[in-house]
């Protein structure tokens, strides 16, 4: 598995918010552990995002772009109703028409949701080599008048190669949804106006944590593993209070939880895949170690991958 990211330029402080909803810089970190996100510019849309953290996966894979047989992208924040920004990150990549390219919408949980389906497609002999994107531009879905609400999200992408190989790399998935909670986190169809997320911020919060404690449960049970055989923890980046109480529930040192929470601020599919490149590149993440990565997201949806870099 080979990692790339992106972010875009534009920087979105805590200070900035304060000038545009009633909020502090305090009140979000200390909630949140938010200090800042990236916002794309109004030209720049999802797929501009995933390209650009396609590109640097595939530069870091040193992979002949011709091998890529597979584009799965998670978003919810597609640059259209249709076509997929997977079928538009094929076209700007210039990838062959060889190669299924398709959208997952699974909100924060997508990039797990993506990972799991082209780890099947490999491991049903279908795809060879996948280009796995998590990309989302939810500044385009944010209504920047809800203080509960616009504080959280940043935008980004991150993309992974995953070619097929005799080694372990991802050694289990683990997906869930439940659909009952279609309304405690979600974008109604505003009809002419414009399409935002609606939250129960408090309720989510609570559902996360007890959800995310159930996944770790179910995936080191799964594999036999101990949480000690854990050497990093990715999680989707929703709040810093949300991986506390993981890290928490794995016994697990916060230096051992990859966080990029404080910076990029809550990217929904980007998370992860950001994350993760951030703690390859900086070198943290070695291979052969044991990454777990989990996420909820609206749906409810949730899940986990755990991989052997
Ligand atoms: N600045 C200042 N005050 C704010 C505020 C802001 N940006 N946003 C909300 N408040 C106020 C509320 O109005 C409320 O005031 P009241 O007590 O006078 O009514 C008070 O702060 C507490 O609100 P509450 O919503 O209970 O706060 P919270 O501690 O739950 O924090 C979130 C709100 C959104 C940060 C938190 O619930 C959260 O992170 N939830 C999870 C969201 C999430 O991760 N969603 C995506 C999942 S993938």
Redesign the pocket.
Known sequence: MSTGSYLPEKILTNKT?ESM????DE??FS??GIRERHIADSDEFTSDLATAAAKKAIENAGIDIAKIDLIVVATTTPDKIFPSVATIVQRKLGISSNCPAFDVQA???GFVYALSTADNFIKAGASKCALVIGADKISSITDYTD??????WGDGAGAVILQQSDEVGIISTHLHANGNYEEM?HVPRAGHGHDTIA???????KM?VNTLDQIVDETLEANGLQKTDIDWLVP?Q??I??LQATAKKLNMSMDKVVTTVEYHG?T?AASIPLALDVAVQDGRIKRGEIILME????GFTWGSALIKY
């Open positions: 918010l909803v009633d909020t502090t009140w979000i909630r949140t909100v924060c949980s203080r509960g609400n616009c504080i959280l986190l939250m129960e911020g408090n309720a989510v919060f996360a989707h929703a709040n209070r949300i809550n929904s996420a909820f997201g609206g």
